[in-house]
């Protein structure tokens, strides 16, 4: 009978809560802040644990309106240990935010040494948040902002930022502005730079964007929108760079360093399916005659099909001799051009082929006919100016 009750009690212990606080707190940092809170009745151990925790992630999907939202945020701001540093802060919300609720939030990240800022917003914020100009604890930044009435609006990229520690940057709708020599370079401060990736950015006022950095290992571009100011060079110094990845429209004239081709390895390129044109097909045969030392190679299905525009394929595409590895994603067109992968790796000595479906997401909304014309048209004016070089 003694026995039975010991094994009772041994089953209804609280284990949980005999963990260390840096083991909950670890734990509690992968739930939303909401969720978080909600642990403290569990028992006196948790009532307060919430206000320790170093990763805030605030989404408003469980609120009702934006007010209310923005009431539970205040609170938690003002409510959580201000000893407490942040190393993590995502900020996702549903709807639009106010440019107000946005500034008290990065304001706070800033003060308590956020590491790890990742925002996402629909907000009508006119500039750069000035608080991110000199951030000396981050080392990864993720910015997206969207208008909430006006499509494809960009927000002015500062020309110079004070962030010495940052490795990782994601840029979505910004704008660079170029100096009096028609370049931009704004990534030459961040001299710790590993991973880069700029989507549907622009260049307000320049012919090319400069990407100097001499520790940059990865870089990605998405270019899913075309207006006259996404028509841009791109020059590239960066002679560590191992990962290009290309996604959208080919309207971007790439000028490498020549000792930035023999360091990339991996490359992956993916084309709009509504932008197949032989100008799209004399870029993109650039691009792999210049990357030619690549060892592995992800390619979509539709920018197979544009390579099979090229009459003379077998002859216009220098030798693949390095490559290792070739993936194929199927998109929109199922279509696998036999020729096309035959070309692909006909000097690679025993190259590994893998044809696997497109990841989720990637589907792209149906263009209407004048929109797809102008695109097709600002592609082969491209194509015509890279024969010239």
Request: hydrophobic content about 40%; some cysteine.
């Amino acid at each position: 009978m003694v026995k039975k009750k010991k094994k009772n009690l041994m089953k209804n212990k609280d284990r949980i809560s005999d963990l260390p606080d840096a083991l909950l707190l670890h734990i509690l940092s992968f739930l939303n802040i909401k969720q978080a809170i909600h642990t403290c009745i569990l028992s006196p151990r948790w009532k307060n644990l919430w206000k320790y925790i170093p990763t805030l992630t605030l989404t408003s999907s469980q609120f009702t309106t934006v007010e209310i939202f923005t009431k539970f945020v205040t609170r938690i701001l003002s409510l959580r240990d201000i000893s407490t540093d942040l190393h993590t802060l995502r900020f996702h919300p549903s709807n639009v935010m106010k440019p107000r609720l946005l500034e008290t939030i990065l304001n706070y990240a800033v003060s308590h040494k956020v590491q790890q800022l990742d925002v996402k917003v629909t907000c009508d914020i006119q500039y750069f948040p000035t608080c991110l100009l000199s951030c000396r604890t981050l080392t990864s930044l993720d910015l997206s902002f969207s208008h909430p009435i006006v499509y494809n609006t960009t927000i002015l990229f500062p020309i110079s930022l004070n962030l010495p520690l940052l490795t990782r940057l994601d840029l979505s709708h910004f704008s660079f502005r170029a100096g009096n020599d028609g370049c931009v370079d704004p990534f030459l401060a961040f001299t710790n730079l590993k991973s880069l990736k700029i989507v549907n950015c622009k260049v307000a006022g320049a012919q090319n964007l400069c990407i100097s950095s001499i520790k940059l290992l990865n870089l990605d571009i998405y270019m899913r929108h075309y207006v006259r100011e996404t028509y841009f060079g791109i020059k590239l110094y960066a002679p560590s760079l191992c990962n290009f990845n290309f996604s959208g429209i080919p309207v971007q004239k790439l000028c490498w360093d020549k000792s930035n081709l023999s360091s990339i390895k991996q490359v992956s390129i993916d084309i709009i399916q509504f932008c197949i044109s032989k100008g799209a097909s004399l870029v993109l045969i650039k691009w792999l005659n210049e990357l030619a030392n690549m060892e592995s190679l992800t390619i979509s299905s539709t920018a197979l099909k544009v390579l099979s525009l090229v009459p003379n394929l077998s002859v216009e595409l220098r030798s693949l001799c390095n490559l290792k590895s070739l993936r194929i994603e199927k998109k929109e067109i199922s279509w696998i051009p036999d020729k096309i992968v035959e070309v692909l790796i006909q000097n690679s000595p025993s190259p590994q082929l893998n044809i696997v479906p497109a990841k989720r997401g990637g589907k792209v909304a149906a263009v209407c006919t004048s929109t797809k014309a102008a695109l097709e048209k600002a592609v082969d004016s491209v194509a015509n100016k890279i024969k010239d070089v």
